[in-house]
């Protein structure tokens, strides 16, 4: 498994957006939507197929 990782690793020519900014990212816009939606109810919908690991952490993040 470590050899496919370490495989898969060497191919990535550069990265565009970190781990670290899409968590601040993630962050930012759960504390937002956390503060406007305090006390109504709210319904998260993911369009695309490969959003919903986006989607998940928005929804872990969200404290509404």
């Known amino acids: ?9 060497s191919k990535i020519k ?3 957006i970190t781990k670290e ?3 601040e990212a993630i962050k930012k816009a759960s504390e937002e939507i956390s503060k406007s939606y305090d006390g109504r109810p709210i319904l998260l919908v993911s369009i695309l197929k490969g959003a919903f690991v986006f989607m998940a952490d928005l929804c872990r993040a969200i404290t509404v």
């Open 1 to 9: 498994m470590q050899e496919k990782m370490n495989e898969y690793n």
């Open 21 to 23: 900014e899409i968590d």
């Open 14 to 16: 550069r990265v565009l």
